[in-house]
């Protein structure tokens, strides 16, 4: 097992008072590669004749390694650590978001319109025509992005509390790509009927709802109910977030290994929320030699006790994962760290494409096939062509609410994908690049425009 890349995960703040004497920070940085830390800025905060006072960002691979620098830090003799803090702790000290007001109340005028005595006659006219609620509040932007805690990124049912700072960067993350504001809504029961009922009293603020870290089969029977009861826009992103950008980057890493998706073998590993919605997506996308694998190996349809959902992509095949991945073109893995061997994919077909997605550790290091797999792609930020649903969200959202989308569909979830992958030119495109960046500017409105096509297409657009 290839150790982990530092990354800003674990990143540190470290302030040292030094011995004004030159080749003391050197020491200091020595001492930060020997263990193995990646050192970004250092800043100069105070000198003398005597002493220097410096600030150093250091990134760590995990809480351990981040022990490991600091003692090693410590170690140097001419050295006094002033203080230490974690950098990410840091960030979310006091939440990652606030209200702010789109309007400036600086008077006693102001504040007759915005609220009493004012307020009155906007309560009365949408009264009068419901419709008005769209234009004369903030639901035609706003988005609740709701979870019960059940499965909390990778780490499991922690609960609605701590799920509470995955929802906060969700909601930065709506705001700062798409300009939607929304709001975390982290519920404390798990119960199918009560998480449903209580969505369904909350969608007279709300425009629409992102479903967030809701373990499966819960998190099926929930968007299935409310995609029936509500005619607003409801999104499960670990399903259909993750089968967005996995298809868009596997549009691309066709091209590269010259492969028609309509031929291709897929293995995809792990049969939760992510996995069945990226084999459905593939299906929508003309794929249809799709093996699905859990911890007992290959879905097939001898197997009992099978969900409706692992039912529905059962094969006639048996057998297990590696056996599954015998001549196939394309592994992708939504499951587990470590649970593939070189050897396994050496065993597929030319070319193999490899999305390797588990977080923080994939299925297999990338740094063990890079010889063996024509494409590889992770979950994580420190490879390249991460799959990150950032791509997919926010313009699918800004899409189905500038629309006014009754629902949202698997041909605007097809559309979507390939979108991102258009943005991709041929001259940019190559092992390393075949998704674009989340910071470019044109995924947004690229993707929120194809959302509206596909909706308007569908019948399902309000406006």
């Known amino acids: 097992m290839a150790e982990l890349t530092p990354n800003p995960s674990f990143s540190l703040t470290v302030r040292l008072e030094l011995l004004n004497r030159a080749g003391t920070l050197a020491k200091v940085t020595q001492a930060i590669a020997d263990v193995g830390g990646s050192l970004g800025e250092v800043l100069l905060i105070e000198r003398s004749l005597k002493i220097t006072k410096r600030e150093l960002h250091i990134d760590a691979s995990s809480t351990e390694h981040a022990e490991r620098i600091v003692q090693a830090i410590k170690s140097i003799p001419e050295i006094k650590v002033l203080h230490i803090s974690d950098r990410t702790f840091d960030i979310h000290r006091g939440g990652k978001i606030h209200i702010q007001n789109r309007i400036h ?276 930020s420190d490879y390249p062509n991460q799959i990150n649903n950032v791509l997919a969200f926010p313009g699918l959202f800004r899409g189905a609410l500038d629309c006014r989308a009754k629902t949202l569909t698997t041909e605007m979830y097809l559309q979507a994908a390939r979108a991102i992958a258009s943005l991709v030119p041929p001259n940019v495109l190559d092992k390393e690049h075949i998704i674009p960046s989340v910071f470019d500017e044109r995924i947004v409105p690229t993707v929120a425009a194809a959302v509206q096509q596909a909706a308007r297409e569908a019948g399902v657009a309000r406006l």
């Open 105 to 380: 109340i600086s008077s006693s005028s102001d504040l007759a319109m915005a609220y009493t005595p004012g307020v009155g006659r906007i309560c009365r006219a949408i009264a009068d025509n419901p419709e008005n609620v769209f234009s004369l509040t903030i639901k035609s932007n706003a988005i609740a992005i709701v979870t019960d805690g059940s499965a909390v990124l990778g780490l499991g049912n922690l609960g609605p509390e701590a799920a509470l700072p995955v929802m906060e960067g969700k909601a930065m993350l709506f705001k700062e790509f798409a300009d939607i504001d929304a709001f975390p809504v982290c519920l404390n029961t798990q119960d199918v009927e009560e998480i449903i009922q209580t969505v369904k009293n909350m969608m007279p603020v709300f425009g629409g709802v992102n479903l967030e870290d809701i373990a499966a089969p819960r998190c099926f029977e929930i968007e299935k109910r409310l995609q029936e009861e509500l005619d607003f826009p409801i999104f499960h992103d670990d399903q259909h977030g993750t089968a967005i950008v996995s298809i868009a980057a596997l549009i691309n890493a066709l091209k590269i290994v010259q492969k028609e998706m309509s031929e291709i073998k897929v293995v995809i590993n792990g049969a939760g929320a992510a996995g069945i919605a990226i084999a459905r997506l593939l299906q929508k996308a003309d794929c249809h030699g799709i093996i699905l694998c859990d911890s007992k190996g290959i879905i097939s349809k001898d197997r009992e006790n099978l969900t409706p959902e692992k039912r529905s992509l059962a094969v006639a095949d048996t057998g297990t994962l590696k056996e599954a991945l015998v001549d196939a073109d394309v592994f992708i893995g939504v499951s587990a760290p470590k649970v593939v061997t070189r050897d396994m994919i050496r065993s597929m077909a030319k070319d193999p494409i490899v999305f390797a997605m588990a977080n923080p550790i994939p299925e297999i290091q990338p740094e063990l096939i890079q010889n063996d797999a024509a494409v590889i792609a992770t979950g994580r």
